[in-house]
């Protein structure tokens, strides 16, 4: 039922910037919060960013100051602006959306790519 779909990602040289969408399907209703996570091979899935309903950030302390997320919680989509990029950026980014009722739903997204070159 409910899907997410992130894009934006490609590739771009070191101190470039991109910007990731992640858009929600077949849902009625406001995830409590969104968030971007990112893994590299042979590392394990990282927090990036996470953006709560009512706007309160989050931020890995290796992103702070360059990446941006955001949210337009009528269209159930998150963004995450990455400006300043690293080679050490490179990873494929996932978007993840929770949604917290009595019972906490976990959802994400299949991930974009992000390449940044030396």
């Known amino acids: 039922q409910v899907q997410l779909v992130e894009s934006g990602g490609g590739l771009v040289q070191a101190g470039g910037s991109l910007r990731l969408s992640c858009s929600a399907s077949?849902?009625?209703?406001?995830?409590?919060?969104m968030a971007w996570y990112r893994q590299a091979p042979g590392k394990e899935r990282e927090f990036v960013a996470r953006i709560f309903i009512g706007g309160t950030t989050n931020y890995a302390d290796s992103v702070k100051g360059r990446f941006t997320i955001s949210r337009d919680n009528a269209e159930n989509t998150v963004y995450l602006q990455m400006n300043s990029l690293k080679p050490e950026d490179t990873a494929v980014y996932y978007c993840?959306?929770?949604?917290?009722?009595?019972?906490?739903?976990?959802?994400w997204g299949q991930g974009t790519q992000v390449t940044v070159s030396s």
């Open positions: 993840y959306a929770e949604r917290r009722l009595v019972v906490t739903y976990d959802y």
């Open positions: 077949g849902i009625i209703f406001s995830f409590n919060n």
